[in-house]
């Protein structure tokens, strides 16, 4: 699956990622973003908690232009992941 992750800061400087992630089938998209920064990008900034939908509401983020939770969206196909359109730190993560 092809990963293009909007990375931004409080500045509004923005630019994007874009990474092949093999071997995809059965991931969410908090899988392919952790598998991203284990293999690619340590410094790929995300924020989650719970990894199973558990309602912690730590993984909010843009996925293919609709607010969704990170951890229980499908990796398929073409994604992607910017952060919530307000109060960015760094990267995906927001204020919350």
């Known amino acids: 699956m092809r990963l293009r992750i ?3 800061g409080p500045e509004g400087v923005s630019r994007a990622q874009v990474v092949e992630v093999p ?3 059965g991931l969410t998209v908090l899988d392919a973003l952790a598998w991203v920064r284990e293999h690619v990008d ?3 900034a995300m924020r989650f908690s ?3 939908a558990n309602a912690c509401k730590e993984c909010l983020a843009m ?4 607010r969704r939770y990170m951890c229980t969206t ?3 196909g073409d994604v992607t992941v910017a952060p919530l359109p307000r ?6 993560v927001t204020r919350m």
């Open 63 to 66: 996925v293919n232009g609709e």
């Open 50 to 52: 719970c990894r199973s």
């Open 6 to 8: 909007e990375r931004s």
């Open 42 to 44: 340590p410094s790929l």
């Open 23 to 25: 071997d995809a089938e």
């Open 74 to 76: 499908p990796a398929v």
């Open 87 to 92: 109060n960015v730190i760094r990267d995906l």
